[in-house]
């Protein structure tokens, strides 16, 4: 596999993933365990964020129940690709399913950035919109370059979904800007947001 690649693509997560985040302050954000929650950390702390701590390959899954609970708010889910190859089978659920408020972005520094950078999938021949292409999912990108990242943001925020957009960022290690560790404060801080005082009663 090609493991140097990715430390010259130009496009940094954090950045990225700050982009991503700022334009609706109602919008219902998920991400993926480990770098992504640390980007939507980084990018502003915010109630409707549900960054995961655990539950690998899920986080696709739990945006397409939240999309369909709520189908009159855009939910985003930001993960990476290591979390993303151990949830492919989700793509078919959510083409089938189909919600129009779904958004999904893979932030794919073809790197198991948890466990000490180990090269991905992604950094050879998996391609990932491709399979979520396949699975029927009706738009899917991979962008690679600032001008490709313009392009796609509207369509990533604003297009009838379900959308779904691999981001190649570049391998480097980051500094931790860790959310709560108390699961338990997120989800309900979550469905106070969301659904009011009474949710959490």
Known sequence: MND??????PL??????????????????IAGLGSTAWDITSAGDRDLNFPLWGAMGGAISIGLGLALA???????????????????GSFATVALQAPQNLS?????NERYG???????????KTDLAGVAASCGIPTTDTVCTDEEFEAALPVILEAPGPVYHVIKVRAEKLDF??????????????RQALLGDDAIL
């Open 4 to 9: 140097k690649r990715s430390d010259t693509y």
């Open 12 to 29: 940094r997560r954090r950045e990225v993933v700050k982009r991503l985040t700022r334009s609706d302050d109602d919008m219902l954000v």
């Open 70 to 88: 709520q189908p009159d708010r855009r939910v985003l889910v930001i993960t990476g690709d290591g979390e993303t190859l151990m949830g492919m």
């Open 104 to 108: 999904i972005c893979t932030i794919d």
């Open 114 to 124: 948890e466990t000490g950078m180990q090269s991905t999938h992604t950094s050879a």
């Open 177 to 190: 800007v860790l959310p709560s560790k108390d699961g338990v404060h997120l989800k309900n801080r979550f």
